[in-house]
């Protein structure tokens, strides 16, 4: 069955530190996995998502790289603004289209001013 | 484009009452739906998968009589939780694929429940 964690489950951050979340799963034959943003009481906000062919994603301060074969992902932030702070998720997709999502537990990050 | 609603946002009922919680595609016609559900400090759990025109399929754990889901239309889903108890209190999440794009997930912003 498989697992995803995600480390550390909080972080905190001051303004303008580079920082990495990172996101582990224990069955590495999955289709994508995709990284979200939530914030409190709200539901989800894509921010990348990799194909399993893909090594890595980008898109502005935000790059996603993926080690299908170790099991890893990791989330890159540059520059972290106030604003960033939320609880981001790791999620992968196993299988063909159309099939669930399964979700880590999530990294909170607060970037204090 | 690909936007999914949720109606209530919130919802407030007593111990014992039914409530019913709808999932819409806006802009999009979505062949499947799921239905997750997130306890406070949790991650998100698959409660069902949802195809339109036929029965959902549910997790292991998750009662089917109580948590009713239907899926009339390409752009509706509904669950249903019936004779709720407090414990029923979370926050439910909906999600849809299209068929154009059956690799992603659109969620949408959640329902939170509260039993009393």
């Known amino acids: 069955k498989q697992e995803v964690t995600q480390i550390p489950a909080a972080l905190s951050v001051p303004e303008g530190e580079n920082l990495v979340l990172n996101c582990s799963f224990t069955d590495s034959a999955i289709y994508n996995l995709q990284w979200f943003r939530q914030d409190p009481g709200k539901g989800l906000t894509s921010l990348l998502l990799?194909?399993?062919?893909?090594r890595e994603q980008t898109s502005g301060r935000l790059n996603a790289s993926l080690d299908k074969s170790s099991g890893r992902s990791t989330l890159y932030i540059a520059a972290s603004q106030p604003g960033d702070s939320a609880t981001y998720l790791c999620a992968v997709r196993q299988g063909q289209a159309g099939t669930a999502l399964i979700f880590g537990k999530g990294t909170t990050l607060s970037v204090s001013s | 484009g690909a936007v999914v609603s949720q109606h209530p946002s919130r919802v407030i009922c007593k111990s014992g009452t039914s409530v019913k919680i709808e999932c819409r595609s806006l802009?999009?016609?979505?062949?499947?739906m799921f239905w997750y559900r997130q306890f406070p400090k949790q991650s998100l759990m698959l409660m069902a998968t949802s195809n339109e025109g036929s029965k959902a399929t549910y997790e292991q754990g998750v009662e089917k009589d109580k948590f009713l889901i239907n899926h009339a239309s390409l752009t509706l889903s509904t669950l249903t939780v019936t004779s709720a108890h407090p414990e029923d209190s979370s926050f439910y999440i909906c999600?849809?694929?299209?068929?154009?794009?059956?690799?992603?997930?659109?969620f949408g912003p959640g329902t939170r429940l509260t039993v009393t």
């Open positions: 802009d999009f016609q979505a062949t499947t």
């Open positions: 990799i194909q399993s062919s893909q």
């Open positions: 999600s849809a694929t299209s068929p154009l794009n059956p690799y992603e997930q659109y």
